[in-house]
């Protein structure tokens, strides 16, 4: 149970809004191209695994019917400084993940925040693959970002995950190739 995560995989998936003053931000771009650096830029802080120590560890399977859900209440100073990215940021932001398939595993997610009309949601399967001393996690889907006020949706996709040294001290990396689009603009 060491190589084990204490979390389920639909927890993990929050991590993604752990700064959820950045998405937030996203509507706040006062033109296409700024919003998208934005979601771009939320996309990127995601990443942030905010784990607690240096090891790469497993999340638990979800179970099919398996829900996690959270919220963050949010409210920034209105000047930016070294530990807030997103100045002037108030409301919240709620998070729902089902696992909606257990063949293939499919997960999903939904967050939203009506103060500024901004939504994401998200369908992902993994697949797996061994890779000698390492695991290869492919995230196959495409989470779309809604800017409700703008008429706009960012499509994006996300990176492999690499378990790295699964046999002595492992650690994890992320690879691949992720898009972010606008057909909108």
């Given at each position: ?168 001290v492992p650690w994890s990396e992320m690879g691949g190739k992720v898009q972010v689009t606008c057909p909108q603009t």
């Open positions: 149970t060491f190589i084990l995560e204490r979390k389920s995989l639909l927890e993990l998936f929050a991590n993604c809004f752990s700064h959820p003053d950045i998405f937030m931000s996203i509507s706040d771009g006062s033109s296409p191209e700024e919003r998208i650096l934005r979601a771009t830029k939320w996309l990127l802080t995601s990443f942030h695994a905010g784990r607690k120590g240096s090891l790469a560890k497993k999340p638990y399977n979800p179970i099919i019917g398996e829900v996690f859900n959270c919220k963050w209440n949010v409210e920034t100073p209105n000047k930016p400084s070294s530990a807030c990215i997103a100045p002037g940021q108030t409301g919240n932001v709620t998070f729902l993940a089902e696992q909606v398939s257990h063949h293939p595993p499919v997960s999903a997610f939904y967050a939203e925040c009506p103060d500024k009309k901004i939504c994401a949601n998200y369908s992902v399967w993994t697949k797996s693959k061994f890779l000698g001393i390492s695991v290869g996690v492919d995230m196959v889907g495409v989470g779309t970002i809604h800017l409700l006020e703008h008429g706009e949706k960012y499509h994006f996709t996300l990176p492999s995950t690499y378990g790295r040294s699964i046999l002595t």
